[in-house]
């Protein structure tokens, strides 16, 4: 549609909303204000925008009746802010043309003086570019922004959620590009990210310097960030809530759209791994929880993502797995944590990523140990030990803290002897490994390993998990 048709399909909306003003100013029955709110609420020019509401007719003018005053007590003397002025009379006054033209003169400027009214409504009608008047293209401007602040005003702020079309959405994108560069890249990164879900902003602040482009720079500084943010909020394509920032959905879409499948892999692929440095990475520690509570769901938007577009998959694989983790410990979800940790097991398979494959078995075994599926939890276990034995050999603290998991996850299943077994292979690779290691090193490595208290069984000759004290 071209600018012209956009506009004159918002200038008979206008129109309705004015035979609303109109009506009720000369005292109608409430039937026919019914009508003619239905007409307003049934208008083309107001489809996608506004709420749904039954009484969308009703919201729809008093939403455009505020704005129209808001615009005209910031217009000036052009021939475009006049324009301007006169749909906002037009509007709430109630006014046909030629009263407009009889009560404000001064904004229907002519050099021609004229006592006929036939002249009189199309001097009127050219400047506000309505009915079929040939407009005035001193005035085209004006009309265009009148357009674009209003389809702006009726998709912020709705009762059941925003909205914004393409035709508005366009034009503040355009508005962007010189108000406030920095915006259009840093929308990049939060459309790509789960719509509609908040995101801290402190985390924007803490690995902003990951972010390529003007989303660096719009980051840099809490000043700079709380600015854009800001300004981004004003037009409608950002919402926050405290210290939190989110992109509705429609309005994420439309940002997807304005860049080509090439540069929508490379932003993926740079919100990716903004969230590898974002989010910390020890999810298994309660500390952490309230960070990954509002990360969990933009974790599992940008790996699909990621996934889709087949880039930067050992990312995706390390976030999987971290995330299984959080739901397991923080959420006690074993069920979804079981479920991301066999993505991740797949995706770092795929890419042959042979220290993520062994993370991503040992997690997958303690979900389903949590759930309490203990047999499905030692097979995938005893999975993860003989990859470890193959990847790291069977002196490597790695494969030892294999050996530690198994042992536990042995003695779930009642198999006391071979935990017995498992546990003490344990133990003696990290003795043999005490005197070739810092001791600060293996005394952090035995903190790590899973509750057993190994520290303290090197003492003693009697495992921790069979006596419960040395």
């Known amino acids: 549609m071209s600018d012209e048709a956009a506009w004159r399909s918002m200038a008979s909306g206008l129109v309705t909303v004015r035979d609303v003003v109109r009506k009720t100013k000369h005292g109608c029955i409430p039937s026919v204000e019914r009508t003619a709110l239905a007409k307003v609420a049934e208008s083309a020019a107001f489809v996608g925008l506004g709420p749904s509401s039954p009484d969308r007719g009703r919201w729809l003018v008093a939403r455009i009746r505020s704005r129209l005053l808001d615009l005209e007590r910031t217009a000036i003397a052009s021939a475009a802010d006049r324009a301007v002025r006169c749909w906002a009379r037009y509007v709430d006054e109630g006014l046909t043309p030629i009263e407009l033209h009889n009560a404000y003169p001064d904004l229907i400027l002519n050099a021609t003086p004229t006592s006929v009214a036939t002249a009189r409504r199309q001097r009127v009608q050219s400047l506000m570019w309505a009915g079929g008047a040939r407009g005035d293209m001193d005035s085209f401007p004006g009309v265009l922004k009148l357009a674009a602040e209003l389809r702006s005003a009726l998709s912020t702020g709705l009762p059941d959620g925003p909205r914004m079309d393409a ?18 890249d840093l929308l990049q990164v939060l459309a790509r990210l789960a719509p509609d879900h908040p995101f801290p902003n402190s985390l924007l602040r803490e690995a902003g310097d990951c ?16 600015e854009t943010c800001a300004a981004l909020r004003s037009r409608g394509l950002l919402e926050t809530d405290g210290d ?30 903004f969230l590898t440095h974002a989010l910390r990475p020890d999810t298994h520690h309660h500390d952490s929880w309230a960070e990954w509570e509002f990360g969990h769901p933009h974790v599992l938007a940008v790996c699909e993502a990621a996934e889709r577009h087949q880039v930067q998959l050992n990312d995706v694989a390390y976030l999987l797995d971290r995330a299984s983790v959080y739901l397991r410990e923080g959420v006690e979800d074993p069920d979804g944590a079981a479920m991301l940790a066999e993505r991740a097991v797949a995706v770092a398979g795929a890419v042959e990523d042979r220290e993520l494959i062994g993370n991503s078995l040992g997690n997958l075994a303690l979900a389903h140990r949590a759930a309490n599926r203990i047999a499905d939890a030692v097979r995938i276990m005893t999975e993860a030990v003989n990859h470890d034995a193959v990847e790291y050999g069977t002196d490597h603290e790695t494969y030892a803290e294999s050996l530690t998991v198994h042992a536990n996850l042995l003695d779930a299943a009642g198999h006391t002897a071979d935990a017995s077994r498992t546990h003490q292979q344990a133990v003696a690779i990290l003795r043999t490994l005490h005197t070739t290691r810092p001791e600060d090193h293996i005394r952090g490595l035995l903190q790590r390993l899973n509750g057993w208290g190994l520290a303290r069984s ?13």
């Open 167 to 184: 035709t508005t959405f366009g034009y503040e994108w355009k508005r962007l590009a010189t108000a406030v560069p920095a915006g259009r």
């Open 458 to 470: 090197i003492a003693c000759d009697q495992p921790l998990w069979t006596t419960g004290r040395c």
């Open 244 to 273: 939190r920032v989110s992109v509705p959905t429609t309005i994420a879409a439309h940002v997807v759209d304005q860049v080509t499948p090439e540069q929508a892999v490379h932003w993926t692929a740079a919100v990716l791994r």
């Open 211 to 226: 972010l390529p482009g003007l989303a660096e720079d719009a980051c840099a500084t809490p000043t700079a960030l709380r």
